[in-house]
């Protein structure tokens, strides 16, 4: 099992900039963890990846050159800087991992197997 707790959401200013983390307890031999979000209405979207043995790193379009996913030495902690937010950024922001996900799944939500509860970031116009 792995425990997944996302925290840093909250209402900005578009231009402005938030903080993700999402910490990671139990058995925490993920292939893959990422970052997802799903406004009211839509299907959940990738926002970005990172291949944890080899820290590659996968942004979707709309997000790349404005947002930075890391992890800290640990390796129990992946965040998501946001920058230069948009109205059209606001959704609820899920972490996800995945114990055998492959590259050709890493962008999909059915390559995870644990999901933490998410967080909503709100971006005001």
């Known amino acids: 099992q792995v425990q997944l707790v996302e925290s840093g959401g909250g209402l900005v200013q578009a231009g402005g900039s938030l903080r993700l983390s999402c910490a990671a307890s139990g058995h925490t031999g993920s292939r893959y963890m990422a970052w997802f979000r799903q406004a009211p209405g839509k299907e959940r979207e990738f926002v970005s990846a990172i291949r944890w043995s080899g820290g590659q790193l996968y942004y979707a379009d709309a997000v790349k050159g404005r947002f930075t996913i890391s992890r800290d030495n640990a390796k129990t902690t992946v965040f998501l800087q946001m920058n230069s937010l948009k109205p059209e950024d606001s959704a609820v922001y899920y972490c996800?991992?995945?114990?055998?996900?492959?590259?050709?799944?890493?962008?999909?939500?059915?390559?995870?197997?644990?999901w933490g509860q998410g967080t909503q970031v709100t971006v005001s116009s």
């Open positions: 996800a991992a995945g114990l055998r996900t492959i590259l050709s799944e890493a962008s999909n939500p059915r390559g995870y197997d644990y």
